[in-house]
């Protein structure tokens, strides 16, 4: 379905070729004030349809493109909130204070975003969505606002790629760029939607999931990849994982198995 962007630019391609013709026939009948004005409208209408082509190309670069589209579908163009499940990636670089204290200020950016460049790639390459960038770390999330049914295999085929590509990436960094990352995974419900002011808002997921992806990414060796016992257990049948008994939920007052995962079994990833 074409969406009201595509809609709008469609519309003033329309309305500039209709010009176009009028302006032919009023070229040949030598009516030199309305063909005046048909030109006038031609530049306002092109000029409108490179506006709109700017803005389109800044949205891209500011909002995850299925994010972006779900906004321009909507009528008014902004959505309410909603709860939905959800499986959140949540992935930060190792030492990432000590990278900075090693790679002058001018490197330090275009290492960083070639880290950045493999988190994106895997995460939009298996339907999930970028939520932002926090430094070194990248907020990802799977099922929303689309409906991706096996979210949690996504998610963990995500991170998987995320570890090959780092590792193909470390040769042509120098060694004092080479990190890897930690990523922690948690199924659950969220509220996924708008966030803000009603004059700043971002459209992101909150909830105790987010949270929890974020303490399992902390506590994964670098290189791994951490997963929740409700990640697991949609997955057991289809991966090799470990477990590890000793997690606290909250406070330390209460324990759960966690898993850090091992591969895929036969057939997968």
């Known amino acids: 379905m074409m969406g009201k962007e595509e809609s709008a630019c469609a519309a003033l391609e329309a309305l500039q070729e209709r010009l176009r013709g009028i302006l032919a026939r009023v070229g040949s ?3 030199a004030a309305l063909e005046a004005q048909v030109r006038e409208a031609l530049t306002l209408v092109a000029a409108c349809r490179s506006e709109a082509e ?3 190309i800044l ?6 493109p299925a994010v972006l589209a779900h906004l321009l579908a909507a009528d008014p163009p902004m959505v309410s909130g909603a709860r939905r499940e959800v499986t959140v990636l949540f992935a930060d670089l190792q030492g990432y204070s000590d990278l900075c204290e090693r790679v002058p200020l001018e490197e330090l950016t275009s290492v ?3 880290y950045l460049a493999v988190a994106l790639e895997a995460i939009r390459g298996e339907g999930g969505v970028v939520d932002r960038w926090m430094g070194d770390a990248v907020l990802g999330w799977f099922n929303a606002p689309r409906d991706l049914p096996d979210h949690p295999y996504r998610a963990l085929r995500a991170a998987w790629w995320m570890q090959q590509a780092v590792g193909a990436l ?3 960094l120098p060694p004092e760029g080479r990190r890897r990352f930690r ?3 948690h199924t659950g419900e969220v509220w996924v939607g708008p966030l803000g002011t009603p004059d700043y808002w971002t459209y992101t997921v909150v909830g105790s999931v987010v949270n929890y992806a974020r303490r399992l990414q902390e506590a994964a060796p670098p290189g791994q990849i951490m997963l929740s ?7 057991r049948d289809r991966i090799e994982a470990r477990a590890l008994p000793v997690f606290p ?11 850090r995962f091992l591969g895929f079994r036969e057939g997968g990833p």
């Open 59 to 64: 949205l891209e670069r500011f909002l995850d």
């Open 183 to 185: 990523i922690g995974l």
């Open 249 to 259: 939920v909250r406070r330390g007052d209460q324990v759960v198995p966690v898993y």
């Open 229 to 235: 016992r409700a990640v697991f257990e949609r997955l």
């Open 112 to 114: 960083l975003g070639r």
């Open 54 to 56: 700017r803005g389109r």
């Open 29 to 31: 009948a030598g009516e």
């Open 170 to 172: 470390h040769p042509t």
